[in-house]
């Protein structure tokens, strides 16, 4: 079936690193997303990643894909306040398009 | 470039009545997608429209319904409104199909 798991809260210090994780259960999916979602708004793609490929880094995000377990990981280095959102895990799923969300991981960051 | 744009932006209805919400796609984009989100939850897929056509759906009932147009924008309605179709509706474009979905701001849909 179709089923995507995250924690749900995550607090970190500004200045740290943040690491939010994810599983997933289809094994055919062949892109993963991180989107961020900030209060009152829609949701923006952070990156994503090829499921051939078990790492992508763009700036301050790392993407770590671990195909064998079915766990994908966003790192945020030196995370600022900005950074408080809460941010989605999301598979491609079937032929087309239809992407399967986790129920978010809410970051708060504090000084 | 313009984004997504979604309208309106906010909406009250009551029960038993029928709303239509609006999507335009971003510049270059073909292919629109409708995602559902509960308060406190994850977008849950509706359906998805390429070439004027509905080409895949997700778990909803056929209340909702939708349409794309020449121009690659889209329309969702839901017809018989229930207080738990309270959401927002996001509305997602990409090229194609297969290239990552970019999402619009969303309509935030309260039923009375």
């Known amino acids: 079936g179709e089923d995507v798991e995250q924690s749900l809260f995550l607090s970190v210090r500004e200045g740290d690193s943040s690491v939010i994780n994810c599983t997933y259960t289809d094994s055919s999916s062949t892109y993963l997303y991180w989107y961020k979602q900030e209060p009152g708004a829609g949701l923006q793609l952070l990156t994503y990643?090829?499921?051939?490929?078990d790492m992508k880094q763009d700036q301050r995000l790392t993407v770590l894909l671990n195909k064998k377990d079915k766990h994908l990981s966003l790192r945020i280095a030196d995370t600022q306040t900005g950074d408080s959102a809460i941010y989605f895990c999301?598979?491609?799923?079937?032929?087309?398009?239809?992407?399967?969300f986790g129920a978010g991981t809410r970051l708060a960051v504090h000084p | 470039d313009a984004g997504v744009t979604q309208s309106p932006t906010h909406l009250i209805k009551t029960r038993g009545q029928q709303v239509t919400l609006r999507c335009s796609p971003k510049?270059?984009?073909?292919?629109v997608s409708w995602y559902q989100q509960a308060l406190g939850q994850g977008p849950q897929f509706i359906f998805q429209y390429y070439e004027e056509e509905e080409r895949q759906r997700g778990n909803f009932p056929d209340r909702f319904s939708g349409h794309q147009f020449p121009n690659y924008s889209s329309e969702l309605n839901v017809n018989a409104l229930l207080l738990g179709d309270s959401a927002l509706y996001l509305c997602?474009?990409?090229?194609?199909?297969?290239?990552?979905?970019?999402f619009g701001d969303g309509t935030r849909l309260s039923i009375l």
């Open positions: 510049s270059g984009h073909d292919t």
């Open positions: 999301a598979e491609k799923s079937g032929g087309y398009n239809k992407l399967i």
């Open positions: 990643i090829f499921s051939n490929m």
């Open positions: 997602a474009s990409s090229r194609r199909g297969d290239q990552p979905q970019h």
